[in-house]
């Protein structure tokens, strides 16, 4: 399970990123952002967007997350 960060088996990764303090981990794939524990790779929350995700990147405070869909927007 830690190998794909809860994804189903056989599900590729669109996105992952580090937040700056290095405390957790973002994984995306497909319509799923999942947040995890840099420790343990453990699922802390789960984002679903409105589309599939392309990147995902942290804001330097760590406090915000911008994630770019496949159709064109940003949430």
Do not use: I, Q, S
Request: no cysteine; net charge negative.
């Amino acid at each position: 399970e830690h190998a794909t960060a809860g994804a189903p088996a056989g599900v590729g990764l669109d996105a992952l990123a580090v937040r700056p303090d290095g405390r957790e981990v973002l994984v995306a794939f497909a319509d799923t952002v999942r947040f995890l524990d840099a420790r343990t790779l453990r699922p802390v929350r789960e984002w679903r967007t409105g589309g599939g995700v392309l990147a995902a990147v942290y804001a330097p405070d760590g406090a915000t997350v911008v994630v770019a869909r496949r159709d064109n927007l940003a949430e």
